[in-house]
């Protein structure tokens, strides 16, 4: 679902702009016309750029882990749920590009292996070499001209990182330039939980990992990365990865689930700057 189009006007308005200034080839100008994209990893320095100039001036960085999520949902569920959830979230703002997801996070240790990574496929990276990751692409993005950055991660294991990370670059920054925001209501404070409770779920249904939550939001976002043939309580055997019952997921439960990640975290990001 990633890359509908939209936000021409804004995009065009970047090309007018550059063009009104003189210097960027029409080129440049008509790709930015034809993407319609909020992320850079799709969109060419000079858009970028333009984009910028013309006041779209807030990046966000997703993170996402790559962990096991039972027999029945891909290691790179949580990617496409934050990129569905952060193209979403952008084009809400009308001022935000997305910048390229992060997808190794900590995940556990290798030696012994812990958490994730006792299950094939995870991949981890000590919390300090993560902190320095996300710390230079802000460092980055400043560079460039975002005034605000934007970290939000649909794991566990990044939360922690990003917001020291925040704390540490608005300390030495103090404003000058660009500010960073740790937007922990997209994973923790969505209310999703306490919606499906509400539905009649439990707290042994729901789980705390694979279960219906997760496996609910990716059947709406990527239905074909879902294995409905492997799908069983508590993954179906013992010591599966999957704590919850993801036979009782849905799409539509899923499209719920989106629709409030994506809320919490605007609301969260409007208020941090101030409402924009």
């Known amino acids: 679902m990633r890359g509908t189009p939209a936000l021409l006007a804004v995009l065009t308005l970047a090309g007018c702009t550059a063009q009104d200034t003189s210097e960027v080839d029409s080129g440049a100008v008509a790709g930015s016309e034809e993407t319609g994209t ?77 958490g994730h990574m006792r299950f094939a496929g995870s991949i981890t990276l ?17 560079v460039h001209g975002f005034t605000d950055i934007v970290f939000i991660g649909d794991s566990g294991g990044n939360q922690r990182g990003m917001q020291a990370v925040a704390e540490l670059l608005n300390e030495e920054w103090g404003g000058d330039g660009a500010t960073v925001h740790f937007i922990g209501d997209y994973y923790a404070n969505n209310g999703f939980r306490d919606w499906l409770m509400q539905q009649g779920e439990t707290d042994e249904t729901i789980g705390r990992h694979a279960g219906i939550s997760d496996t609910s939001i990716l059947l709406y976002v990527e239905p074909k990365h879902i294995r409905e043939d492997q799908l069983a309580p508590g993954g179906g055997f013992e010591n599966s990865g999957v704590s919850g019952d993801p036979t009782r997921a849905s799409a539509e439960y899923g499209e719920v689930g989106m629709e409030m990640r994506v809320d919490a975290a605007v609301r969260q990001i409007r208020a941090a700057m101030g409402s924009m």
Request: glycine share 6%.
């Open 126 to 142: 000590p919390n300090e070499f993560f902190m320095k990751l996300v710390e230079y692409a802000a460092r980055s993005f400043r």
């Open 38 to 114: 909020v992320f850079i990893e799709e969109m060419t320095w000079t858009e970028i750029r333009d984009a910028i100039d013309a006041g779209m001036t807030t990046v966000i960085l997703p993170t996402a882990g790559t962990e096991q999520n039972g027999p029945h949902m891909v290691m790179g569920k949580h990617r496409y749920i934050i990129e569905e959830a952060s193209d979403r979230i952008a084009r809400e703002l009308g001022n935000a590009l997305v910048a390229p997801t992060v997808t190794y996070v900590p995940e556990g240790d290798v030696d012994p292996p812990s």
